[in-house]
């Protein structure tokens, strides 16, 4: 398989399912909080989260489970993206702890060729993450502007034109 795809491979009502999925380690999520400067006790404090909360564990912060979706799903969504447009609609449905194991997948939604620019058009996903007993525990919605084939050949200069 190639790394992602084409504009014209995307075909709403499609899913993309994202494997491998990733095992959360406890040193990956502390590395990811400490980059990110979350101090939060819940994230980062065992005996705090086990001593002074309802659901009594330290708890994965949801930037990194929504950074982990993103990578998760670059082979068969992003790989021939120009660029995303946006994120919305990012929810948060269940707790993920570490030593959950998280898999992805992605829903096309809708597609449209970009106004002017044969070479490019714009597509629409929903992606979702489950955990190892396929619980949903996080969506959210993305636009991005993705190559057509005739793109392919073309050089991308500096900021993206053509050049």
């Not at 790394?3 to 709403?12: L, N, P, S």
């Not at 994230?43 to 705090?48: G, M, Q, R, S, T």
């Not at 660029?83 to 990012?90: A, E, K, P, Y």
Request: glycine share 12%; net charge neutral.
């Amino acid at each position: 398989m190639s790394f992602g795809r084409y504009f014209e491979d995307f075909t709403v009502g499609h899913v993309y399912r994202h494997w491998p999925g990733k095992t959360v380690a406890e040193s990956d999520h502390q590395f990811f909080c400490l980059l990110t400067m979350v101090r939060h006790p819940i994230h980062l404090d065992a005996h705090h989260s086990k001593s002074a909360t309802r659901l009594e564990s330290q708890l994965v912060i949801g930037t990194y489970v929504f950074s982990l979706l993103v990578g998760l799903s670059e082979a068969d969504v992003t790989g021939k993206a120009l660029g995303h447009l946006g994120f919305d609609r990012v929810r948060h449905l269940a707790p993920v702890r570490h030593g959950d194991t998280i898999y992805g997948e992605s829903e096309v939604l809708a597609k449209e060729p970009v106004d002017g620019r044969p070479d490019r058009g714009s597509v629409d996903v929903e992606t979702r993450a489950r955990n190892q007993d396929g619980e949903l525990v996080m969506s959210f919605h993305r636009r991005m502007v993705v190559a057509t084939r005739s793109y392919a050949g073309t050089k991308i200069g500096p900021l993206g034109g053509e050049g």
